[in-house]
């Protein structure tokens, strides 16, 4: 019987690889794992308690909230709240910050950037929803936390982590010293380590994207997607799409399998549809920590910069040549990056 590691084991186990850390971030790891397993709780019987259909309000999306969203927005906060580690959190769900003020929260190191629940237009259909959180240290020097706090590039962050409900739940996380992916036990309300040093494969041939908005993508995006479509047995096209419209899970098969997550901007999104600070950093984060790329089609998540809160951007993110030959389809149709990086040379065909 292999020996069980469970999260929490774990995490102290790596404290060790931080010499001064003082085991603030392993606390705060710690809460967002017991907030987890209470919204998975809730989430398995989604169909059940009387937690379905819209809650009747809309967050700061202007998106219906469902009832899941409101609860697992409130438990995260709570856990985050009463663990002590943590000064101020934002949320997809909340417009402004969250400040936690209370005597052993006021000088916490931490700030925490959530999207409680994400993809939670397919709770009513059963399809995987999840958790995307990224940490940040504060750099404000006391009091109030504020944007400055959170305004910070995708580089900065010390964890980011996803937990998806689906078959299995599923906690997924980095400190920037690789990715660790754990799966809850219920029969003993533990995440145990399942798949240690997850590394996503250089190459897919999987790709995601919703091609309803096809009309209306970037040239070098539809150039991809016909890239992908060719009959091409020396690099195993045409590709498989593959689209469940729940980034968590869209992401998480092809950590597994390898592949490309795409959403650019369209014309119902011109500034992109997925926020930067509580999707594409933290997923960016753990994406690169496990060997593949993320950018907007030309840049770097991470060093994009952060201008507000609820910043949108496009994402290409997965497998590293799968998003490098996106990334060259894109180039094609940019004049200024043409010039950089094809001085002379023709477009892909
Ligand atoms: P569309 C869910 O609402 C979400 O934020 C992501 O999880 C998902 O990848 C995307 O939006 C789906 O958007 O426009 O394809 O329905």
Request: glycine share 10%.
């Amino acid at each position: 019987m292999k020996a069980v590691k469970t999260l929490g084991q774990f995490i102290i186990e790596k404290q060790a690889d931080f010499p001064y850390a003082k085991g603030e971030l392993s606390r705060l790891l710690r809460d967002l794992g017991i907030a987890a397993k209470i919204v998975n709780r809730e989430v398995n019987k989604a169909g059940l308690a009387d937690i379905l259909g819209e809650a009747g309000s809309v967050n700061i999306q202007g998106e219906e909230q469902k009832k899941l969203d409101i609860y697992a927005n409130e438990q995260f906060i709570s856990a985050l709240k009463y663990g002590g580690e943590c000064c101020m959190v934002a949320s997809e769900e909340n417009e402004d910050y969250i400040h936690i003020d209370s005597e052993i929260s006021r000088e916490a190191k931490y700030i925490v950037a959530i999207d409680p629940l994400d993809g939670s237009s397919n709770i009513d259909v059963n399809v995987g929803v999840g958790t995307i959180f990224s940490i940040y240290r504060r750099i404000s020097a006391s009091g109030k936390a504020n944007d400055s706090d959170v305004l910070q590039r995708g580089t900065e962050q010390v964890a980011a982590g996803y937990i998806i409900y689906g078959s299995s739940t599923m906690l997924v996380y980095t400190t920037g010293k690789g990715v660790n992916g754990f799966t809850l036990d219920p029969s003993i309300g533990e995440f145990c380590l399942s798949h240690p040093n997850m590394c996503i494969p250089d190459d897919g041939v999987i790709y995601s994207i919703n091609e309803g908005y096809y009309t209306h993508f970037p040239d070098g995006v539809k150039k991809y997607i016909k890239y992908c479509q060719v009959e091409d047995a020396k690099t195993n096209r045409p590709y498989t799409s593959r689209y469940i419209g729940s980034m968590v899970a869209d992401l998480h098969r092809n950590m597994i399998k390898g592949g490309i997550f795409i959403y650019p901007l369209t014309a119902s999104a011109p500034k992109g549809k997925l926020r930067l600070v509580y999707e594409c950093n933290p997923m960016a984060f753990i994406i690169e920590q496990a060997g593949g790329k993320a950018s907007n089609g030309y840049d770097r998540i991470l060093e994009l910069e952060v201008t507000e809160l609820h910043q949108r951007s496009a994402i290409f993110i997965g497998s590293k040549n799968m998003v490098i030959k996106a990334e060259e389809m894109m180039a094609c149709f940019s004049p200024q990056l043409t010039r950089k990086n094809f001085e002379g040379e023709t477009c892909l065909q």
